[in-house]
């Protein structure tokens, strides 16, 4: 059985933290794993696809997973063989894509600046919809499609990400990682859609077979994705009413939040249910429903496990200061440092079967000679752990990570059926030394 940690750590009998069915302690000790390494668990990825699809019922749908999220082969394979598709930002992440088995017309490729070869590469591949972020972009994927010769008998699919143009704020989530609202980057402005629209119809190398948008991560509440996706379908039927009759699918974006311990969210098939309650009211239900989850799919089946280095304990006019060092920093997970995101941190090991214990309050940081190299505090055994765990990292973890510091990168442990199936080796800092070393000039 697929073994998570949810809200909490699972733990067994000996208070021994438990993913996938494992005692990382155990792992750790046996040298089985490294230390910073990143673990997930496949099973319980694949579980929750499996919940998510489910929550489509009967309806046509796509599950495109954001592959930004987690690049892992393993992580896309896992998802692919559940029948979800893949939502990619770059040239790399379709190549990824295509490798670990997810077909072409299950890929739809996002982004605001796609290079002409990524833009061919999208073309030849076959893939369901270029996200078409800017109206000048539609002019680029004629122009690549002319040079392509598609022109004949086939057409490059797009499909139009409108920007909603949402207040931020209302979201409730970071303004660096809201992307509905006006003043964004991503997505075409609504007043801007009349234009898109007359481009299209004068590009026979074009055609239009979607619209979708995408308001942000991170979005802890139903409410504000239901009022997006009302809008994304009613601008749906006007432009059916204006005489576009090949749209095949509506996309209302991913940002399904998750739960990193302040208190409970709703569950992806929540987003799912209120989206095709939209869709039936605003009578395109003929269409196919996609959403493009990343964060929810894999972010709390992944942790990152630390060593504890040693403890600082000072005090300053009179006040107790004491500090946790451990070996993972802000170049192994940067989200604290960019976001001030907060991941709970917890000892692999306790006393007992629950994580009762004498606590005392522990400012966790790494190493990395920056200040915000800060995980914040937290109430950890007043006798320190040797290791430590930071939770719900399987997402925007490794795939930000970076060698800082001349620092390696970490480790990635996969776990499927209760054992390690494979194991991501970084390169060593000597590895580094010599590739800096050897730049000639």
């Given at each position: 059985m697929a073994e998570a940690f949810g809200n909490s750590p699972r733990r067994d009998s000996n208070g021994r933290a438990l993913l996938g069915g494992l005692a990382l302690s155990d792992l750790v000790r046996s040298g089985s794993i490294r230390t910073p390494s990143y673990v997930?668990?496949?099973?319980?990825?694949?579980?929750?696809?499996?919940?998510?699809?489910?929550?489509?019922?009967n309806e046509s749908h796509l599950v495109a997973y954001a592959v930004k999220a987690n690049t892992a082969g393993p992580v896309v394979r896992a998802l692919a063989a559940q029948g979800c598709g893949a939502d990619v930002v770059s040239g790399a992440e379709l190549s990824v894509a295509l490798a670990c088995g997810v077909p072409p017309l299950s890929i739809v490729y996002n982004g605001v600046a796609k290079r002409d070869d990524e833009i061919d590469k999208a073309l030849g591949a076959g893939i369901l919809s270029i996200q078409i972020e800017s109206v000048e972009e539609i002019v680029r994927v004629a122009a690549r499609a002319r040079a392509l010769s598609l022109g004949r008998g086939a057409r490059a699919r797009i499909s139009l990400r409108i920007n909603p143009a949402l207040d931020f704020e209302a979201l409730e989530t970071h303004a660096n990682i809201a992307t509905g609202h006006d003043a964004a980057k991503f997505?075409?402005?609504?007043?801007?859609?009349?234009?898109?629209?007359?481009?299209?119809?004068?590009?026979?190398e074009v055609e239009l077979v979607g619209l979708g948008h995408h308001i942000g991560s991170q979005i802890p509440s139903v409410p504000a994705y239901r009022t997006a996706a009302r809008t994304l379908f009613s601008l749906g039927v006007a432009v059916r009413a204006g005489g576009v009759s090949t749209l095949r699918f509506l996309d209302t974006g991913g940002g399904f939040g998750i739960d990193y311990g302040a208190g409970a969210v709703p569950k992806p098939g929540d987003y799912v249910r209120a989206a095709l309650e939209e869709r039936k009211a605003a009578e395109v239900d003929d269409t196919m429903l996609m959403v493009e989850p990343g964060r929810s799919m894999v972010a709390a089946h992944g942790v990152l496990v630390s060593r504890v280095v040693q403890t600082k304990v000072s005090t300053v006019r009179g006040t107790a200061r004491r500090w946790l060092m451990i070996d993972a920093g802000m170049n192994d997970l940067i989200r604290p440092a960019l976001y001030q995101a907060r991941h709970r941190v917890v000892p692999l090991e306790t006393n007992g079967a629950?994580?009762?214990?004498?606590?005392?309050?522990?400012?966790?940081?790494?190493?990395?000679?920056e200040s915000s190299d800060d995980f914040g505090v937290h109430a950890l055994p007043d006798s320190p752990p040797e290791h430590v765990a930071l939770l719900d990292a399987g997402a925007y973890g490794y795939v930000m990570s970076n060698q800082y510091n001349g620092r390696a990168l970490p480790d990635e442990v996969f776990?499927?059926?209760?054992q390690i199936v494979t194991i991501n080796r970084a390169k060593s800092q000597d590895d580094w030394v010599q590739e800096r070393v050897a730049i000639q000039g």
């Amino acid at each position: 059985m697929a073994e998570a940690f949810g809200n909490s750590p699972r733990r067994d009998s000996n208070g021994r933290a438990l993913l996938g069915g494992l005692a990382l302690s155990d792992l750790v000790r046996s040298g089985s794993i490294r230390t910073p390494s990143y673990v997930y668990d496949l099973d319980a990825i694949a579980a929750g696809a499996r919940e998510l699809r489910e929550a489509f019922g009967n309806e046509s749908h796509l599950v495109a997973y954001a592959v930004k999220a987690n690049t892992a082969g393993p992580v896309v394979r896992a998802l692919a063989a559940q029948g979800c598709g893949a939502d990619v930002v770059s040239g790399a992440e379709l190549s990824v894509a295509l490798a670990c088995g997810v077909p072409p017309l299950s890929i739809v490729y996002n982004g605001v600046a796609k290079r002409d070869d990524e833009i061919d590469k999208a073309l030849g591949a076959g893939i369901l919809s270029i996200q078409i972020e800017s109206v000048e972009e539609i002019v680029r994927v004629a122009a690549r499609a002319r040079a392509l010769s598609l022109g004949r008998g086939a057409r490059a699919r797009i499909s139009l990400r409108i920007n909603p143009a949402l207040d931020f704020e209302a979201l409730e989530t970071h303004a660096n990682i809201a992307t509905g609202h006006d003043a964004a980057k991503f997505g075409i402005a609504q007043d801007d859609l009349p234009r898109a629209l007359e481009i299209i119809k004068a590009s026979p190398e074009v055609e239009l077979v979607g619209l979708g948008h995408h308001i942000g991560s991170q979005i802890p509440s139903v409410p504000a994705y239901r009022t997006a996706a009302r809008t994304l379908f009613s601008l749906g039927v006007a432009v059916r009413a204006g005489g576009v009759s090949t749209l095949r699918f509506l996309d209302t974006g991913g940002g399904f939040g998750i739960d990193y311990g302040a208190g409970a969210v709703p569950k992806p098939g929540d987003y799912v249910r209120a989206a095709l309650e939209e869709r039936k009211a605003a009578e395109v239900d003929d269409t196919m429903l996609m959403v493009e989850p990343g964060r929810s799919m894999v972010a709390a089946h992944g942790v990152l496990v630390s060593r504890v280095v040693q403890t600082k304990v000072s005090t300053v006019r009179g006040t107790a200061r004491r500090w946790l060092m451990i070996d993972a920093g802000m170049n192994d997970l940067i989200r604290p440092a960019l976001y001030q995101a907060r991941h709970r941190v917890v000892p692999l090991e306790t006393n007992g079967a629950s994580a009762d214990f004498t606590a005392t309050l522990w400012r966790v940081v790494g190493p990395v000679c920056e200040s915000s190299d800060d995980f914040g505090v937290h109430a950890l055994p007043d006798s320190p752990p040797e290791h430590v765990a930071l939770l719900d990292a399987g997402a925007y973890g490794y795939v930000m990570s970076n060698q800082y510091n001349g620092r390696a990168l970490p480790d990635e442990v996969f776990l499927r059926g209760g054992q390690i199936v494979t194991i991501n080796r970084a390169k060593s800092q000597d590895d580094w030394v010599q590739e800096r070393v050897a730049i000639q000039g």
